[in-house]
């Protein structure tokens, strides 16, 4: 049984059963027998489609943000922002799908030599509770406008929002099979990778569930793209601009309730400007008010999960244990839901817990660098490679940002999604890219043809 609690009460609210072999069966078959016609489609026709979907999205916004807000406690104004991140992830294929997969001339020995980038046929996406608008955009939209048929496995915790998401998909005239959830347990995943009508996986979520996944889709030669984890590094440097670079470092860490792989997690600080910045950072996470997900005022909201909680606070109790400063927070509050406080912990060090394991809450870690060389040690020397980012002049940044050993990186802002950018990591992090011309290309044949006669 799939089973979805209410973060902010602890509650019960919805019971699923899981998809039976009939139903996975059905949805597979749906999948490849519609993947022919829809690939067939001009990439205008497509698009329509896309902008359907884009158009219901932001017109149903009351109905589908709240959504999000009850089943893993997202605060409803940022609820609100990922239907229409949503949305214009949709209308961002739409309008730049042909530009991107436009063949390419190849000069040869051949009269006419040149690459065209043709659908693979049915691709999975496996998602996680974090961001389940935003996420199931940002997998479906570019395989779709490729040519692609899309199955959704989204996880157990936010089935109602899974149910919403197909619905947008038949109410904006998606053609049948195109865009499909399957609601099953985790243990079920294996078999639909293996399945012969699934072509090409893509995973965001855990290291460990991305290996899982990426063991699988190897063992039958299909392409994956896995996001998975981050601890991402934020070095602050002394000719930083300080009071923007705390604004930017402590919304960071706190979107979502801090329950995001691309957030500030370990803030490294320069010597001869820690103590102000920690304190900047103290005051600004002081500042933040915790509280009920569906009121506007709120900043933080409770953590999906209380066993995530509970490791959280794990994190946090380790590494005061080994000589943190916990400046704030640090306490698991009384109540009903599962509440975490904004929580900030300085003078941590390279092997405390909070700075070598991912932390997925409202915690800021904050860390002491001698100067620019030792801060950019301290942040590659980590088994995570997703993003990071810099603070200081511009010049000075973009040269840090050659060497830091991660797959996207913010020079004097927040490290962010855009669906005309590519994002993705290395290391632990992942492989592969999604978003922008790069995302679109990995679930593509690149097929190269040859015209002749052959040249004298």
Known sequence: MLVVTNPRTGEKIREVEPA????????????????????????????????????????????????MTEEMGKPITEAYGEVEKAAWCAEHYADNAEEYLAAQTLASDATHSYVQHLPLGTVLGILPWNAPFWLASRFASPALMAGNTCIMKHDPHVVGCAEAIQEVFEKAGAPDGVFQQLPIETDAVADVIRDGRVQAVSFTGSARGGAAVASVAGS???????????????????????????????????????????????????????????ERLRERMAALVMGDPREKSTDIGPLARDDLRQNLHRQVTETVDAGARCLLGGAIPEGPGY?????????VTEEMTAAHEETFGPVMVIMRAKDAGDALGIANRSEYGLAGSVWSTAERGEEIARQLKVGQVAVNGIVKTDPRLPSGGIKSSGYGRELGPHGIHEFVNAQQVWVGPKKG
């Open 339 to 347: 509440f975490y406080p904004a929580t900030v912990l300085a003078d």
């Open 220 to 278: 039958q030669i299909k392409p994956a793209v896995l996001e998975l984890g981050g601890s991402d590094p934020c070095i602050v440097l002394a000719d930083a601009d300080l009071d923007a670079a705390s604004d930017v470092i402590t919304l960071s860490r706190i979107i979502n309730a801090g329950q995001s792989c691309i957030a500030a997690k370990r803030i490294i600080v320069e010597e001869s400007v820690y103590e102000d910045v920690v």
């Open 20 to 67: 039976d072999a009939g139903r996975v069966d059905a949805v597979l078959a749906a999948a490849s027998e519609a993947q022919p016609l829809w690939g067939a489609m001009s990439f205008a026709e497509r698009g329509e489609v896309l902008r359907s979907v884009a158009a219901y999205l932001r017109e149903h916004a009351d109905d589908l943000a709240p959504l």
